[in-house]
């Protein structure tokens, strides 16, 4: 964890249990609880506003989080924030996801378990019901999400909370192969503990 800033006095406070890429960047009043996963290009900048990252969450590669002045922004446990989100003095409550891309702006509020799809944009102030999905631009919600899709939705943390464990393990810099190998190994993973959601709704 080499990108870890205090500004005035302040220091970033990171679980022992909880994965930081050491690219990702870390400023000031920054509270991130255990078992979380902070992706590569990460920026999560707590030099205006508190940011709060509770136990389990995940904060995927070239996420923003940050906020106005006294005003904080968090994200609950076990809340998964897709590739590339930007998080703006919000609020995303417990199991919580955030889609890819997708931009969540200050006082919105996303619900317990509810959807931000991906690309969405939420405006300021606008809040979305528990376990419901809001989509467009801005973002609307459009519906009370399925079982299939809860289901789904919890999962993910689940995956980030394993990845976690297994980068703090396994992860280290080296220097890339110049052939395949005859019997390279394949990633050690579960594949039907994570699909996309499009697939698994095909299948039942």
């Given at each position: 964890?080499?990108?870890?800033?205090?500004?005035?006095?302040?220091?970033?406070?990171?679980?022992?249990?909880?994965?930081?890429?050491?690219?990702?960047?870390?400023?000031?009043?920054?509270?991130?609880?255990?078992?979380c996963?902070?992706g590569?290009?990460?920026?999560i900048?707590?030099d205006?506003?508190?940011?709060?990252?509770?136990?389990?969450?995940?904060?995927?590669?070239?996420?923003?989080?940050?906020?106005?002045?006294?005003?904080?922004?968090?994200?609950?446990?076990?809340?998964?924030?897709?590739?590339?989100?930007?998080?703006?003095?919000?609020?995303?409550?417990?199991?919580?996801?955030?889609?890819?891309?997708?931009?969540?702006?200050?006082?919105?509020?996303?619900?317990?378990?509810?959807?931000?799809?991906?690309?969405?944009?939420?405006?300021?102030?606008?809040?979305?019901?528990?376990h419901?999905?809001?989509?467009?631009?801005?973002?609307?919600?459009?519906?009370?999400m399925?079982?299939?899709e809860?289901?789904?939705?919890?999962?993910?943390?689940?995956t980030?909370?394993?990845?976690?464990?297994?980068?703090?393990?396994?992860?280290?810099?080296?220097?890339?192969?110049?052939?395949?190998?005859?019997?390279?190994?394949?990633?050690?993973?579960?594949?039907?503990?994570?699909?996309?959601?499009?697939?698994?709704?095909?299948?039942?």
């Amino acid at each position: 964890m080499k990108n870890i800033y205090e500004i005035d006095g302040v220091r970033p406070v990171i679980a022992e249990t909880s994965y930081v890429h050491p690219n990702a960047v870390i400023i000031g009043d920054v509270i991130i609880g255990e078992n979380c996963y902070i992706g590569p290009q990460c920026s999560i900048r707590g030099d205006y506003g508190r940011i709060t990252i509770a136990d389990g969450a995940n904060i995927q590669d070239n996420c923003v989080l940050h906020s106005f002045p006294g005003k904080p922004c968090s994200v609950g446990s076990n809340a998964h924030i897709s590739h590339g989100a930007i998080l703006h003095g919000c609020t995303v409550k417990n199991n919580g996801f955030v889609g890819i891309n997708a931009v969540v702006m200050d006082d919105a509020i996303v619900g317990e378990g509810a959807m931000v799809a991906a690309m969405a944009f939420v405006k300021a102030a606008f809040e979305i019901d528990d376990h419901c999905l809001a989509v467009g631009q801005p973002a609307k919600i459009v519906k009370e999400m399925s079982t299939t899709e809860v289901n789904w939705t919890s999962n993910g943390p689940k995956t980030y909370q394993r990845l976690a464990q297994r980068s703090m393990a396994t992860l280290k810099p080296t220097t890339p192969l110049t052939t395949i190998e005859a019997d390279r190994p394949e990633l050690d993973l579960n594949k039907e503990t994570s699909k996309p959601l499009h697939i698994l709704k095909k299948s039942l």
